[in-house]
T-cell receptor, first 113, second 111 residues
Framework: DAGVIQSPRHEVTEMGQEVTLRCKPI?????LFWYRQTMMRGLELLIY????????DSGMPEDRFSAKMPNASFSTLKIQPSEPRDSAVYFC???????????FGDGTRLSIL | EDKVVQSPLSLVVHEGDTVTLNCSYE??????LLWYKQEKKAPTFLFML????IEKKSGRLSSILDKKELSSILNITATQTGDSAIYLC???????????FGTGTSLTVIP
């Protein structure tokens, strides 16, 4: 049974460039979460969707960040323009319902130079 | 502000030792508390606790919730090098229906 699939695994780009991270949740899961993890701040929730609808985006750091979920099997997190302080590991997770245990993807390690 | 605090921040033990990791939370409308283990990549789910005083157990790992003390502990007995990881605690509140993670406890088990 496939887990949460994220791509790319690693991304290195120069500041100012647009970055798009992708996520395919576990089939049948209704909730999808985007997290950012850094040494300083740990794991932070950026945004979550329930049934493809964004419910809470209060964790999105600023307008440079946007997320979409056009259908139940795909979501994107976009950063435009990117800055060095955006460097982190970005995780996508899904769960059968919002308050149930989340299954995490392997993450995208993003480095902005 | 709702938050989750874990202690200790890091821990180094020898194989065979027993360890206890702590998680405390300050929250309104508490719903559940979860423990995850993170090795090199993604956090993997260990336990979900909703009721006070009921121990959840999986092999050498166990966890219990104390709603009166607003805390939870994760015990690992007879530790092995494969237990080396960051252990994350997350709380879920009714108001947000989302999970807030602590910064984790880094456990290193030395052979």
């Amino acid at each position: 049974d496939a887990g949460v699939i994220q791509s790319p695994r690693h991304e290195v780009t120069e500041m100012g460039q647009e970055v798009t991270l992708r996520c395919k949740p576990i089939s049948g899961h209704n909730s999808l979460f985007w997290y950012r993890q850094t040494m300083m701040r740990g794991l932070e929730l950026l945004i979550y969707f329930n049934n493809n609808v964004p419910i809470d985006d209060s964790g999105m750091p600023e307008d440079r960040f946007s997320a979409k979920m056009p259908n139940a099997s795909f979501s994107t997190l976009k950063i435009q323009p990117s800055e060095p302080r955006d460097s982190a590991v970005y995780f996508c997770a899904s769960s059968s319902q919002v308050n149930q245990p989340q299954h995490f993807g392997d993450g995208t390690r993003l480095s902005i130079l | 502000e709702d938050k989750v605090v874990q202690s200790p921040l890091s821990l180094v033990v020898h194989e065979g030792d027993t360890v206890t990791l702590n998680c405390s939370y300050e929250v309104t409308n508490f719903r559940s508390l979860l423990w995850y283990k993170q090795e090199k990549k993604a956090p993997t789910f260990l336990f979900m606790l909703t009721s006070s005083g009921i121990e959840k157990k999986s092999g050498r790992l166990s966890s219990i919730l104390d709603k009166k003390e607003l805390s939870s502990i994760l015990n690992i007995t007879a530790t092995q090098t494969g237990d080396s990881a960051i252990y994350l605690c997350a709380g879920c509140w009714n108001t947000g229906n989302q999970f807030y993670f602590g910064t984790g406890t880094s456990l290193t088990v030395i052979p």
